[in-house]
């Protein structure tokens, strides 16, 4: 039996960010390498904060990345249900286990009550932890508080020592007696916190490897000291390198696009995002920058998880991007372009067009959101012309030209390359030209520009129609 069990433990509160993207991808990865499994579980246990429209996005923003889960809400599996709302029975069972071995105990004080001696001790200098004053409550003390109509929460009592967290990535983490005072596992209302569902889910999901980001630390102490109490064997951890921006400060918000759906709508392929993200905190050992993920999924490991912050490079992620662009299947990147081709008028276009069309401009693109403006001279209007190429068609000798090739066009089909070649050469016949003094004003005349792909290319996308729209505003209606 494979004993490699990870997780991956979104709470469905927001958008996927490239940090959960990350960590996803890294278990992932781990999973796949490892031939072990990749569990979704759901942390919806802020039932304020957690909603289904973000759960469903997470899951897609997930799929568009190409991660697969082996077990999950969507897919079930024999560790479920996977959402922490459907689990509440389980939680409460391993409270009253706590409860009764004399580790945690029922808490009384009110959430106002607890920020006031916050508050007061944090004037005092000293470290806001509980004060412990609920432990030693008798039963009787419990009865009255609860006459007063005070529900309790379950706080699990802190052991005076240090923890020791031999951590994959990090190595030996030493925690100080002290850090953390007793905290609550469930809450009044039987939901559990954080850490106590994470804990229970992560022993009853038989998880053997936890990878997550480095701010993760605090928990897994507060994690440890549950698995001691709880009598039950830890995970192994890994806590990831934090991703940074430019100013090695932690990346948000502020810094431009940071959600996996924000990076699609911008046009970015999802084989750009993941190969930067797989190196944002790991490194395959040699120079490779390019990678795709079977090659990411073989050469992972992670004893080569770094552990300073990882600074995101946008410059770079764009340059992966511009790559994939340029060379994968063009059929592939056709999918991801069509919401950007129909942001102009050539929407409607049938795809064999929009993939001449791709496969002409897609080596100047960045971003599938540049197609708009690479693609206009393709659209059903006439083009502006650049000042040299309205220099060129005012010459006299560029109006022989056009006027030929308009009235060949009429006998000639110009729908694939060499038809359209077959033309310009019947036009160089006819007028004696050739070379840039036969191109250049057929060029001006259906692009606007002196410049770009080559003409047959051109001209077969136009199409016949386009092509003598074209000439015959050029040559001012003339022809
Ligand atoms: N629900 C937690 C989060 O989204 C999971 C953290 C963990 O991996 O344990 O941050």
């Not at 991956?8 to 890294?26: I, Y």
């Not at 781990?30 to 759960?55: C, N, P, Y």
């Not at 083009?383 to 005012?394: G, K, S, V, W």
Request: proline fraction near 5%.
């Amino acid at each position: 039996m494979n004993s490699v069990r990870v997780r991956f433990a979104p709470s469905p509160t927001g958008s996927l960010h490239v940090g959960g993207a990350r960590t996803a991808l890294f278990n992932w990865f781990f999973s796949r390498q490892k031939r072990g499994s990749f569990v979704l579980r759901i942390e919806d246990t802020d039932v304020a904060r957690s909603s289904a429209e973000a759960e469903s996005g997470v899951l897609s923003d997930l799929r568009w990345l190409g991660i697969e889960w082996d077990e999950g809400p969507d897919r079930g599996g024999s560790h479920g249900p996977y959402r922490q709302s459907e689990r509440k029975g389980i939680y409460d069972d391993f409270g009253l286990r706590l409860l009764r071995a004399g580790k945690a105990y029922k808490c009384y004080c009110l959430p106002e009550e607890l920020e006031r001696r916050r508050q007061e001790l944090l004037a005092l200098g000293r470290s806001p932890h509980y004060d412990g004053r609920c432990r030693n409550l008798s039963q009787d003390e419990c009865a009255g508080l609860e006459r007063e109509g005070r529900k309790p929460s379950l706080r699990f009592l802190v052991e005076e020592k240090g923890i020791l967290l031999s951590d994959i990535v990090r190595g030996e983490v030493q925690f100080p007696s002290g850090m953390v005072g007793d905290f609550i596992i469930l809450r009044p209302d039987g939901m559990p916190t954080y850490n106590f569902s994470c804990v229970i889910d992560d022993h009853l999901m038989e998880i053997s490897h936890v990878l997550r980001a480095e701010e993760h630390l605090p928990n897994t102490l507060r994690q440890l000291m549950l698995y001691e109490g709880l009598e039950m064997k830890p995970p192994r951890f890994a806590h990831l390198s934090l991703i940074l921006n430019r100013h090695r400060a932690k990346l948000s918000k502020r810094d431009g696009a940071v959600s996996v759906s924000e990076f699609r709508e911008l046009g970015y392929l999802p084989e750009a995002v993941v190969n930067y993200l797989s190196l944002l905190g790991w490194s395959p050992g040699d120079d490779r920058e390019l990678m795709s993920v079977q090659e990411t999924v073989e050469a992972f490991s992670l004893e080569r998880a770094t552990r300073a912050g990882a600074i995101f490079d946008r410059d770079k992620l764009d340059w992966m991007n511009g790559h994939y662009i340029r060379t994968l299947d063009v059929d592939h990147v056709l999918r991801p372009s069509l919401p950007f081709f129909r942001k102009t008028s050539l929407g409607n276009a049938d795809e064999g067009k929009l993939r001449k069309i791709l496969s002409v401009v897609r080596g100047g693109l960045v971003k599938l959101d540049d197609l708009p403006h690479h693609v206009s001279m393709f659209e059903e209007k006439l083009p502006e012309y650049e000042p040299d190429a309205r220099r060129l068609l005012e010459e006299p000798s560029s109006a022989e030209v056009l006027s030929a090739a308009a009235r060949l066009l009429e006998e000639t089909d110009v729908s694939s390359q060499e038809s359209a070649r077959a033309w310009l050469d019947a036009v160089g016949r006819e007028t004696g030209r050739k070379g840039r003094e036969l191109l250049m004003p057929i060029r001006a005349a259906l692009t606007g520009s002196l410049h770009g792909r080559e003409l047959p290319l051109i001209i077969e996308i136009l199409g016949s129609r386009d092509c003598r729209m074209r000439l015959e505003h050029a040559s001012g209606g003339k022809t």
